[in-house]
């Protein structure tokens, strides 16, 4: 079964840096798009950032400069650099896993909570 195990999360002050880490099993990540999402509490979720098979990246407005997603294939794992936090980047992080064929898939989650 496909498996996607988000890590990472946790408090920061802002101004502050955390590296999020979603590893994929039971399916050729290889060949999928994977994005970040985020969902503060309260409203609804929104896209961070994507990364294609051929590592072509993509940023929401908002953490543009700020946040980078990168992945490493031979770990099956997709990563989000986040510098420079931010009280509003606080939220739940999903990893979210999409094959060329057939349905996405989603992880549980991970908290992150940006401080003052």
């Known amino acids: 079964q496909v498996q996607l195990v988000e890590s990472g999360g946790g408090l920061v002050q802002a101004g502050g840096s955390l590296r999020l880490s979603c590893t994929a099993s039971?399916?050729?990540?290889?060949?999928?798009?994977m994005v970040w999402y985020r969902q503060p509490p309260g409203k609804p979720r929104e896209l961070v950032a994507t990364i294609s098979r051929d590592f072509t990246t993509t940023y929401a407005d908002s953490v543009k400069g700020r946040f980078t997603i990168s992945r490493d294939n031979a770990k099956s794992t997709v990563y989000l650099q986040m510098s420079s936090l931010k009280p509003e980047d606080t939220g739940v992080y999903y990893c979210?896993?999409?094959?060329?064929?057939?349905?996405?898939?989603w992880g549980e989650g991970t908290l992150v909570t940006v401080s003052l």
């Open positions: 979210n896993v999409r094959p060329l064929i057939g349905r996405e898939y």
């Open positions: 039971g399916i050729d990540s290889d060949r999928s798009a």
